[in-house]
């Protein structure tokens, strides 16, 4: 392969991780506030509009940082403007960078070339995951040292004791998915999910090993800072460490907690729910046998092309569809009507054209890799945003907990059940014979 | 005091059933919401108004006569028994031989009101109501929320009040609506602003509600 | 070993190292440790010590330094006192001394020039997890098992040491 | 640029532990004097390191490896001393904390 080519393909791979987390941030904050307006028997916001258009209140995510951008940027004149400074930029950074080692799709095998599709091919990409993760602490304790201020330094040592006790219990609960897949690349740890158990269940981690799902979710909840452990900026109670942020900067604060959240799910997703795999297709299923998924693929879209179509001719003469959706959705305008038909005709007029084609022209084994990753690369971000989702789900349930209770629980509760998994995890291993 | 903490049983200690029926239950509310969103108790305000009760107190209005003049004897009741002091009256002859006088000024300030309704109480001549209904009142400027003697008797949001039957305006279609004077002389100043919120075209869909 | 590697690694190793000793505020002293430990890090990887660089990030970075921090903010340090000459006489003398020794380590070290290299090609996992847990847990065991011990009691004495006095 | 060896390496070693070996004499904030420590530490691991890979045998490595666990089980401790010393005496100052050597 040539340089420049081997250069653009390596950029490609750490843009892609540099994008999904970013990219999700305005997604999670939507849900976050439409979710939470569901749950709670609220419509939530709806009201910011583009030509009419409300896109069910995901404009306010676009208001939101039009807003963060312009307002006054304060830094207290008895701040330590250095660190001040750095620490929304540290948080942020060493949260984008722990993406990196994640991969979002199998190895890509095109012309003879390996290309991983993950943005920082490490062996050891699990510890990889836990140092960076670590070092996320960086940020809250600049936050609470650089505003020189009592209440942001008691929320950063109160953010940091979390932190650092709850990476014992993530980290040990991880032990036992590696004592079981044996390897501690991250690939390969997704990869091995792919077996079946019992010939029909999918080994993925959180089958064998439930108890450390429970554990690493729970502690993936801290280290997000997230509820029912947000007690570092519990919003209605306590004074947290980003006190004395304004504008940007605090916006960084807010993003880095939801690119916090995007790591710990698609940790999560990786390490326990298959990462990539989708259930029961694994890469060489996907790509060996042609034929199989040769027309498969085709045929889906196909299918799916027509129903779209067939709903929407059914649907538009009588104009129940608008009609429909103003009786459904409070929020929906006349013109938002208009504006997703013509959109599902067009993704319609696609899928049917993309089906042709490859009806037409039956890909050949590149084609046939690269729609295996693009689909493995859809399965990986689809159970990564349900799990963001299930992030902020579980903070509109759950209470927050005491302090006490919150060191109880990592310490003589989580901790201990962890150190039993593994203990337990090799037990079993040794029964088994592996 | 000591306050006995409740018996967990096992299933509920080690809290992960018990966390997964709450995320149940707030599905379920999401779930519901998201198909059923017209049964959901929010009001879209600007496109959907709900109507106040009768009883509510909302902005002020001056009740008139047959004839169209308004009720008001300028007797000061009103403004002596205003909490707030928000009402301003300046007296002068009355035209008619059977009254003694008429209000030549009658400003409220809608800032300073604290809409406690002792003016309509301390009224002997039922000539000050609270009954418009109206409770949105926006403006830019300080200044839009002194109200004067022709917004209180003819503003916007009296023609609410056409909606109930007992309380027809008291003039007829065709009927003079003014009094003699001017509307400068009345209020002292220009004719106001309507004090209502201008809707942008994209809130165009009004549903209406069930009262 | 790659030549920018070393190099870059070792200039911001030597300047954060002296920021460490130099810098008034324990907090700038602790964040310029960590870069002296991830350039250090870095340097392990480029010796073919893939594991040692990531447990260099994970312990020493993420954990030590982190605790430092923790530690910093919980006392509150603010910046030392000068009060006095910055350095006494013995002091003085001392550091005179471990200059002289530092110096002639350096020159020993490079006057000694390179000792012989061990022939042939790296092993192929050289440095990896698999081969070093090898080591480890066959002619390592006892030091590894005695080093666990020493965690232990690491532990229960900084939870005795630092539990409020009854 | 010469190529890069051993004496580099050693040469680098040397300069690090001999910073450290001065932050360790000079400063006066116990804290810093721990950061002394762990650059010396860190030297010596470098070194551990770089014979490792000169005589392509793994002890070095595994040394190495021992002294970061070793390390972070004396900066748990060392630390938790510090925590108490300023509790009970109000100061991390290594010159006012002179009471065995008076």
């Not at chain 1, 306010?60 to 940082?65: C, F, R």
Request: charged residues 15%; proline residues 6%; contains cysteine.
């Amino acid at each position: 392969m040539e340089p420049w080519v081997e250069w653009t393909i390596m950029g490609g791979r750490a843009a892609v991780a540099w994008v999904i987390p970013l990219m999700l941030i305005p997604l999670l904050v939507w849900m976050e506030r439409k979710a939470s307006a569901y749950i709670q028997d609220r419509t939530g916001p709806n009201r910011a509009a583009i030509l009419g258009l409300r896109f069910g209140g995901i404009i306010h995510a676009l208001a939101d940082v039009v807003k963060l951008i312009f307002k006054e940027d304060i830094t207290p004149a008895r701040a330590r403007p250095f660190w001040y400074n750095l620490a929304p930029i540290v948080a942020m950074t060493f949260a984008l960078l722990t993406f990196a080692a994640l991969p979002f799709a199998d190895v890509l095998r095109v012309g003879g070339h390996e290309i991983p599709l993950q943005a920082l091919r490490l062996n050891p990409g699990l510890l990889w995951m836990l140092a960076i993760g670590s070092f996320g602490v960086f940020g809250i304790v600049f936050a609470g040292w650089g505003s020189n201020s009592s209440y942001p330094l008691l929320g950063g040592i109160r953010g940091s004791a979390q932190m650092i006790s709850y990476e014992l219990s993530l980290g040990l609960s991880v032990v036992g998915i590696l004592m079981i897949f044996s390897t501690i690349d991250l690939n390969e740890i997704v990869r091995a999910q792919g077996k079946l158990l019992f010939g029909f269940l999918p080994m993925w981690g959180v089958v064998v090993q439930p108890v450390a799902a429970v554990i690493f979710m729970a502690a993936a909840l801290a280290e997000a800072n997230r509820n029912p452990f947000d007690l570092m900026e519990a919003d209605s109670e306590i004074v947290a460490f980003h006190l004395e942020y304004s504008s940007l900067r605090f916006a960084l604060f807010m993003m880095t907690e939801y690119v916090h959240i995007t790591v710990a799910s698609g940790l999560t997703v990786t390490l326990f729910f298959g990462g990539w795999q989708i259930p029961w297709l694994t890469t060489e299923r996907l790509t060996g046998s042609a034929g199989d998924l040769a027309l498969a693929v085709p045929a889906l879209l196909v299918v799916l092309g027509l129903l779209v179509l067939l709903s929407l001719v059914l649907l538009a003469p009588t104009r129940r569809w608008h009609r429909t959706l103003q009786r459904l959705y409070v929020d929906a305008r006349r013109h938002e009507a208009k504006f997703w038909t013509v959109v599902l005709l067009l993704q319609a007029i696609g899928a049917l054209a993309l089906g042709a084609y490859l009806f037409l022209n039956p890909p050949g084994a590149d084609g046939l890799a690269a729609i295996t990753a693009a689909l493995q690369f859809v399965s990986f971000m689809v159970k990564v945003t349900f799990f963001g989702f299930a992030f902020i789900w579980v903070r509109w349930t759950l209470p927050r907990f005491r302090y006490d209770q919150l060191m109880a629980l990592g310490w003589k509760g989580m901790l201990p059940l962890a150190l039993a998994n593994v203990v337990v995890t090799g037990f079993v291993l040794l029964l088994v014979g592996k | 005091m000591k306050v006995p903490s409740p018996k967990l049983t096992f299933w509920e200690r080690i809290y992960v059933v018990e966390i997964i029926r709450g995320l149940g239950v707030t599905m379920g509310h999401l779930l519901k919401n998201l198909f059923r969103q017209s049964e959901m108790p929010t009001v879209q305000f600007p496109e959907e108004i709900k109507p106040v009760a009768t009883r509510h107190r909302s902005r002020h209005r001056l009740t008139v006569r047959e004839d169209g003049t308004p009720k008001c004897v300028a007797c000061m009741c009103c403004p002596t028994a205003c909490p707030a002091s928000c009402i301003h009256i300046i007296a002068q002859e009355a035209d008619a031989p059977w009254k003694e006088k008429k209000p030549r000024v009658f400003e409220i300030d809608l800032l300073r009101c604290v809409f406690c309704g002792f003016c309509v109480e301390a009224c002997p001549e039922d000539a000050i109501r609270m009954d418009t209904g109206e409770v949105t009142i926006v403006g830019t400027r300080r200044e839009d929320f002194i109200v004067g003697l022709d917004f209180l008797l003819h503003g916007e949001g009296n023609a609410w009040r056409e909606g109930r039957p007992e309380e027809k305006p008291q003039p007829g279609p065709g009927e003079p609506l003014l009094p003699p004077s001017t509307p400068e002389e009345e209020s002292g100043r220009g004719p106001r602003q309507v004090l209502r919120p201008k809707l942008p075209s994209a809130w165009e869909t009004v549903r209406e509600v069930k009262p | 070993m790659n030549a920018i590697l070393f190099w870059s690694c070792a200039v911001v190793a030597v300047t954060a190292a002296l920021f460490v000793i130099s810098r008034r505020s324990p907090l700038a002293s602790a964040v310029a440790l960590a870069v002296n430990m991830v350039a250090l890090a870095a340097l392990f990887a480029g010796l073919s010590a893939p594991f040692l660089f990531i447990i260099q990030l994970l312990v020493y970075a993420g954990a030590v330094v982190v605790f430092i921090v923790f530690v910093i903010m919980l006392l509150n340090l603010g910046e030392e006192e000068t009060r006095g000459a910055l350095v006494s006489r013995g002091k003085l003398l001392a550091s005179a001394l471990a200059c002289c020794l530092g110096l002639a380590l350096l020159l020993r070290a490079v006057a000694a020039g390179t000792p012989r290299e061990a022939a042939g090609a790296l092993p192929a996992d050289f440095g990896g997890i698999e081969s070093i847990g090898q080591e480890i847990f066959t002619r390592w065991l006892l030091p590894f098992e005695v080093t666990g011990l020493i965690l232990l009691v690491g532990i229960v004495g900084a939870v005795v040491l630092a539990k409020r006095g009854e | 640029m010469a190529p890069v060896g051993m004496p580099h390496l050693l040469g680098l070693a040397g300069v690090l532990f001999f910073i450290g070996v001065l932050g360790m004499l000079t400063r006066r904030n116990a804290l810093t004097v721990f950061m002394g420590l762990e650059l010396q530490l860190n030297a010596v691991n470098l070194v551990l390191v770089t014979a490792a890979r000169h005589w392509h045998n793994l002890d070095g490595q595994v040394l190495a490896f021992f002294v970061i666990a070793v390390a972070a089980v004396e900066v748990a401790v060392g630390l938790s001393i510090l925590i108490a010393v300023q509790r009970v005496r109000d100061t991390v100052n290594v010159d006012d904390l002179s009471a065995l050597s008076e």
